[in-house]
């Protein structure tokens, strides 16, 4: 079974447990420590990134944590499995 990284949803959230293939957010662990002060592997123990702050580090970028509506959490969910996608469909 390949190595998977944990989404973390709110508590109260009644879906099965979601992952992430860890090869495809393993090259960003630089990116997941400075945003969270913590590597991949401790992030993971703890319970992994929300859909919004795995797409900063997927993307390389800052985290920032103003307030957001459900309409942003469903916009975050989407952009990352595509990054995943496309990560499996590049040339």
Do not use: C
Request: no cysteine; glycine share 6%.
């Amino acid at each position: 079974m390949r190595k998977r990284f944990p989404v973390l949803h709110n508590l109260g959230h009644r879906g099965e447990k979601e992952y992430i293939p860890w090869e495809v957010i393993a090259p960003h662990e630089a990116q997941a420590y400075k945003n969270h002060g913590q590597s991949l592997e401790r992030l993971a123990a703890r319970g992994g990134l929300s859909y919004r702050e795995m797409y900063a580090v997927l993307r390389d970028k800052d985290f920032d944590s103003w307030n957001r509506s459900d309409f942003e959490d469903i916009f975050y969910e989407f952009a990352v499995l595509r990054i995943v996608r496309d990560f499996y469909t590049r040339d």
